[in-house]
Every structure is written in C-alpha cells, then in structure tokens.
C-alpha cells in the first residue's frame, strides 16, 4: 500500500489515473545474466575463470559498500511533514524518511556531508543482472542492470550535460508525451533543498547522485509511462540523468532499483505487484544453455505450496535492504535437528541481509569458524587457495557426495544448501566453500540461493524460499 500515497499525489499533479492495464495477472521479464552469452556485457574474450573472479570482485566491493550503506543512518527527522507525498502514517516516520532520502539513492554507502554526494563505490557493484523496459509515448528501451540494494531508476536522458557512452538510445524527454518533471512544490520535501535535492532555475527537482570512485548521475526527478512487456503503469518516478559520468558501462541505460523503499518500482507499482516479486536463479557458470532466469511480479511470483518456508522481512535502516535474521547455520546431512548446529548467542533481529546482485555469502566471523570446524570433521583439512584473499576454504578433487548438506537457520525457516549451493569449481580441479567470513554486515549471496525459489512480500513482510527446479520457472 506504500505506493497508494505516493500515486495518490501523483494523481494529483498529473490528473490522470496510474492504472496498469493488466491488473491481476502481475507480468514477469527475463533476466540476463551479465556474463552470459546473450548479454550485451558478455565479453567472449574472457575465461570462465575470469568470469568467476570478476563475479567475486564484484561481489566483495559490493559487500563492502553494502555494509557501509546499511550501517549507515542519517538524522532526517525534521525533513519530514504531513505534506510529504511519501507520508504514510502507517509507517514509523524516521524509517520512511531515511528510505525516501537514502533509499532512493542508488549505492549510496555514505552520506558525505561535505561534498553534499552520496559515496559509494557503485559502478563496480550493481546487481549484475539486465533487465530489459520501455519509458515513454512512445516507448523506448532501455536496459538497466537490476538491484535489489537500491531504490531509484534512472536513465540517461538528453540532452545530456555530460553522459557516458551508451550504446542504445538516449531517452529523449521531449519525444514522449507523457513525460513531466517533478516540480519542487509538488513534490513536497523531495525537493527541499538539501545536499541530494534542489530546485533549478525552472523549479524542476532535481537528484544527485555520487560515488565513492567520482561516478555520479544528476538530472531531474520525473515521471513516465514505464512498460514491462505488455503492461504499463503511467506516472512512474524515476531519474532522468543528465550528467552522468564513471565507470558505467556502455550497454546499460541506467539502473532498476527494486530495493525495498517508497521509490523503488517494487512499491511504486504496487498496485500491481502487490508488494509481492520472486525469482528463481539458473546457474550460470559452467552451462551452455540459454536459459534465463526470471523474475516475477505480482500475484503469480506468490510462492506456496509444499515445502515452503518463510522468514520475516525486518525493518531497519535504511528500508532499501532485505534484512532477513539468522539464527544459526547447521551443518549435517538433511538432519537439522542434530546436535551439529551452533549459534551465537545474541542473534540481532535483521543480521543479514538477502541480495541478489551479490555473488558470495558473507557470515559472522564467529558462525563461520564454527561452520568450517564442522565441514573440516566431516571434509578434512582444506586448503587455502588464496591470491586474492576470497577463497580460504578449497579442497582438490572434491566428492561433492561427500559435502554436508548446510543449513541456513532463518527465523521459522530452515533453508537447506545443498553441496551445489555452498560449493564452487573455481578452477579446475579445486572446489571453495563460497561462504565467506565477514567483519561486518551479513549477506545472503545469489550462489546460495541457486535453485531456491525466492518470493519476497513487502506487504507482509516475508521472504519465502522454496526448492524448485528453476528451469520450470524460466
Ligand atoms: C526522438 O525524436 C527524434 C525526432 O523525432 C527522433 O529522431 C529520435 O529517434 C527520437 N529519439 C528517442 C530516443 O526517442
Ligand atoms: C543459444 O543462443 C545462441 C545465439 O542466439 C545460439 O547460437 C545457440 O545455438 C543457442 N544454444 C542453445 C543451446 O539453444
Ligand atoms: C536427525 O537427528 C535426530 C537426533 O539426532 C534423530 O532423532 C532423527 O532421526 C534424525 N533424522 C533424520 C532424518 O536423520
Ligand atoms: C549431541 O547430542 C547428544 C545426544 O542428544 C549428546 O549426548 C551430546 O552431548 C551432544 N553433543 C554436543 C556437542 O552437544
Ligand atoms: C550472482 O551474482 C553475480 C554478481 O552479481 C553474477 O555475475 C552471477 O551471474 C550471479 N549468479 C547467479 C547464479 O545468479
């Protein structure tokens, strides 16, 4: 329901309905891997082991950016008002603002106070997954790379102060005629002055986004009709950048943010999704096939049936992560209730967050000793196959019959990893565990979340996971 409030006042700039045309059905897209052969990223020149350790890179900075975002909170409390369009009385009103402020800001990982940016070492993390939508009237494609771990879209737009290269069209404002930039009044606090937002000389709002490595994105907070295949949804807030510079790569557009704030398209299209989206993820790796993973939206990404477990979705700051509690992590084959498990004593509600555009698991130092302890018993010793620092914990030859099924003890829900979930071939020959130790925030990673159906529902607050043959789901 965030989203009603927010369309509620967009009704009333625009006076015209946000009304999507399929209703009921929620719709579902493709998701291109990024280093999958029908990706426009895909580079041939690469092995597949450089794909492997370009995947891991990209995974640790985003663990390391991710913590700092989501330890990361900022006093915004007197910025809020009951003429807020994001105003919602059902929600506590620190939460919304910080997720309307820092939400929006993609990879935003600290609020740099002096510069008025958002820093975050962005360009080299963003969920590595495409996705393929039309903005405007007429449409226009643009492929953006999905993220889970941020809220706003946006797009380059012309004309552009400064844009990078891209090798698809330049949205173009003026072509479409449905296209209306967010003026500062009605836009309420959006566009107060502060160090992401300001008012231009035509009082349009505009967004500023920045980055830890000097990539940024700037332009006018606007909105447009949005298409995903057949549906469209008129009135969508999104960034038109106009001066947008880094180490953004020249086949995407911009960035689809799904994260879990007001801004993000998960909510803003809510009367459709119904806060409710899933995906089902296909390994990538070692296969030839074309198969892509999809994501879900809607009534029909509802996981149920059998077998189904779910675990709360916490609410913490800022609202753009999927924070998930962990219990404990079990180690044993299918046998949870065993003695083999270990947990630390002070579980912290919303440990962990759950993210798609990360590669590894990163746990508790603490979980993780006690973790390797156990594979070590069952396992033997293990090697360390380390010149990068990401893998401490290989074995050569490794009999993946004989690897312990582990367990991921979520609040209510036990999610079982089976070998091929905890285990990669990272060279030939040599298997790591891909749960990794860290100092800092938790993060579910994607290789631990292969073949599990994972359903999010942000109305009520769950993540659901389910083992599913994610080829049926393709
Ligand atoms: C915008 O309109 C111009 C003129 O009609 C056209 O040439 C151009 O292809 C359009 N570009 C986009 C991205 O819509
Ligand atoms: C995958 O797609 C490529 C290019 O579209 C095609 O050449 C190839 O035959 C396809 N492979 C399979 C297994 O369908
Ligand atoms: C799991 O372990 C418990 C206690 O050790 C035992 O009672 C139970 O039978 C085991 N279940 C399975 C499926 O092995
Ligand atoms: C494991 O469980 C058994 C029986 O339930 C018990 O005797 C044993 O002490 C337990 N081991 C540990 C390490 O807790
Ligand atoms: C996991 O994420 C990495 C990096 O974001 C991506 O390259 C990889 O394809 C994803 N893996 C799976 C199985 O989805």
């Not at 106009?242 to 299209?269: A, M, R, T, V």
């Not at 746990?363 to 990068?388: C, F, K, N, R």
């Not at 290989?394 to 070998?419: G, H, I, Q, S």
Request: net charge negative; aromatic share 10%.
């Amino acid at each position: 329901m965030k989203t009603l409030v927010l369309i509620f006042v967009l009704i009333n700039i625009s006076s015209s309905l946000a009304k999507p045309n399929h209703i009921n059905g929620g719709f579902s897209l493709d998701l291109i891997d990024r280093d999958s052969p029908q990706s426009p990223l895909y580079n041939p020149s690469y092995a597949q082991f450089d794909h492997l350790k370009n995947a891991f890179q990209r995974s640790t900075y985003r663990a390391s950016h991710l913590s700092k975002r989501a330890g990361f909170t900022i006093d915004l409390i007197e910025r809020e008002s009951l003429l807020s369009p994001f105003y919602n009385a059902k929600y506590a009103s620190s939460d919304r603002l910080k997720s309307a402020f820092l939400g929006s800001m993609s990879g935003a990982s600290h609020f740099s106070r002096k510069s008025g940016l958002i820093d975050a070492d962005i360009s080299n993390n963003f969920g590595e997954y495409l996705m393929s939508i039309d903005i405007g009237t007429p449409p226009v494609k643009v492929l953006g790379i999905v993220d889970t771990g941020s809220d706003l879209t946006w797009a380059q737009c012309e004309p552009c102060e400064s844009c990078y290269e891209q090798v698809g069209p330049i949205l173009v404002p003026s072509n479409s005629s449905t296209y209306q930039p967010l003026t500062c009044q009605n836009k309420g606090f959006l566009c107060q002055p502060t160090s992401q937002h300001s008012c231009d000389s035509n009082n349009i709002c505009r967004y500023k986004i920045g980055y830890g490595d000097g990539s940024h994105t700037t332009g006018d907070l606007a909105i447009d009709t949005f298409w995903f295949g057949q549906t469209s949804f008129k009135n969508v807030v999104f960034g038109c950048g106009h001066d947008n510079n880094g180490k953004f790569n020249k086949e995407g557009s911009g960035i689809i943010g799904l994260g879990g704030g007001p801004l993000s398209l998960i909510n803003q299209l809510d009367v459709v999704t119904q806060g409710i989206f899933s995906y089902c993820l296909i390994p990538n790796f070692n296969d030839g096939t074309n198969q892509t993973s999809k994501m879900q939206f809607g009534y029909y990404a509802k996981v149920t049936g059998p077998n189904v477990v779910s675990t709360p979705l916490v609410k913490k700051d800022p609202s753009t992560f999927y924070y998930l509690t962990l219990e404990s992590v079990l180690v044993g084959q299918n046998n949870v209730s065993s003695n083999n498990s270990f947990s630390k004593k002070d579980v912290q509600e919303g440990n962990i967050i759950i993210d798609s555009g990360t590669t590894l698991t990163f746990i508790d130092q603490e979980l993780y000793e006690e973790l390797t302890l156990d594979l070590t018993e069952v396992l033997g010793s293990p090697i360390a196959l380390d010149p990068d620092g990401f893998f401490q914990y290989c074995y050569k030859d490794l009999n993946m019959d004989t690897v312990p099924t582990v367990t991921f003890r979520f609040t209510d829900a036990d999610v079982e990893l089976p070998p091929v979930n905890t285990f990669l071939e990272v060279q030939k020959g040599m298997s790591c565990l891909t749960i990794v130790p860290s100092t800092d925030i938790a993060i579910f990673g994607n290789l631990s979340q292969r073949y599990l159906l994972v359903g999010y529902d942000l109305i009520n607050n769950k993540v659901y996971f389910k083992h599913v043959d994610c080829t049926k789901y393709a």
